[in-house]
């Protein structure tokens, strides 16, 4: 099932029979160079997440995790947001600007763990325990949104749960490996929606045991999404950031096994041009530490995307209104928190 909701399917099957994607382009056009115009034209800011190819990380204005982008939109004075990403960050951008243009370069650019928490399946398990304060991982549709209290990013989970009372019992959604590395983090007991992503969940313990064997100096890094077997045995559990600062951090590392999306590793080499960089391998012979979704967009897309302005993310009204709450109360804590 696709978590686009059903405005996004509309534009995706309209921008597909138009062919908008298959614009033909001329022959060595020179897409860094006139994205670059285009920002300038349209007064126009490119949001990019550390899983994207390397070319588009290197011409946005602001690379981030999913906290950091989520500040740098709503504090952007841009007229157009282009969100080289995934469409539940696009929502997130256009949630907390209902009247700036967001555009997201190829609106089949979802993610498999938005996918594993319909809001209509999530509703009823909500229903069944009305009293609990409902926490939501960023990493869900803009509809979930509206059935949640308040967000987290991997970067901010521990503070966000931490700002709830003891004794205010609570749902975690989507992300079921996250949430129980929280439970173990904080104490808290709570109720656990059961929710993963692909590609978190591919790695190999035993590939990964043999790698480590082979480079015994190496450090096992890996984001909280991943399964808690990987999490019990990693030097360093963290966000997209965290695992960041730490390879910066750490000089006297240099080799790191990293379990997360590969995208990550551009900028990895670009803080530690002097250490390796090893992507932990899947359990399989598959790119499956990639993310097929964050690879949908690519340069060409992103040009076209700005030139002619489209796929732009359009939620009804009412999304908008009773979801952005959720993200307004994280960005409070995590203000407070220093983050």
Not at 117 to 130: D, I, S, T, V, W
Request: glycine content about 4%.
């Amino acid at each position: 099932m696709s978590s686009l909701t059903p405005d996004l399917t509309r534009a995706t099957a309209t921008l597909e029979k138009n062919g908008y994607l298959n614009i033909p382009t001329e022959p060595g056009l020179d897409f860094a160079a006139e994205i670059q115009k285009l920002k300038k034209e349209k007064n126009a800011v490119i949001l990019a997440h550390y899983y994207q190819d390397g070319p588009i990380q290197d011409i946005a204005d602001y690379v981030g995790d999913s906290l950091g982008l989520s500040q740098q939109a709503e504090q952007t004075e841009a007229d157009v947001i282009v969100f080289a990403g995934v469409h539940f960050m696009a929502e997130t951008a256009k949630m907390l600007n209902p009247s700036k243009k967001v555009l997201l370069p190829d609106l089949k650019a979802g993610c498999s763990l938005a996918d594993s928490c319909p809001p209509h399946l999530f509703r009823k398990y909500k229903e069944k325990y009305n009293d609990h304060t409902v926490v939501s991982y960023i990493n869900c549709t803009a509809e979930l949104k509206t059935l949640t209290d308040i967000c987290c990013t991997s970067t901010n989970a521990v503070q966000i749960i931490e700002s709830i009372p003891k004794d205010q019992p609570i749902i975690f959604a989507p992300d079921i490996n996250l949430g129980k590395y929280l439970v173990k983090k904080t104490g808290r007991d709570m109720k656990l929606w059961n929710g993963s992503c692909m590609v978190h969940e591919i790695f190999s313990d035993e590939k990964i045991t043999k790698l480590m064997a082979s480079n015994p100096s190496a450090k096992l890094i890996a984001h909280p999404e991943c399964e808690p077997q990987l999490l019990e045995r990693a030097d360093y559990i963290g966000s997209t950031s965290g695992l960041l600062r730490y390879t910066k951090e750490q000089t006297s590392v240099k080799t790191f096994v990293v379990a997360t999306e590969a995208g990550i590793i551009h900028q990895m080499i670009k803080g530690r041009p002097d250490a390796e960089f090893i992507p932990a391998p899947p359990d399989n012979t598959c790119a499956c530490n990639e993310c097929p979704h964050m690879k949908r967009n690519t340069m060409k897309k992103l040009y076209l995307s700005m030139k002619y302005e489209l796929p732009e993310i359009i939620l009804p009204e009412w999304i908008i209104k009773e979801g952005t709450s959720c993200i307004d109360r994280m960005l409070e804590v995590s203000a407070k928190a220093g983050l």
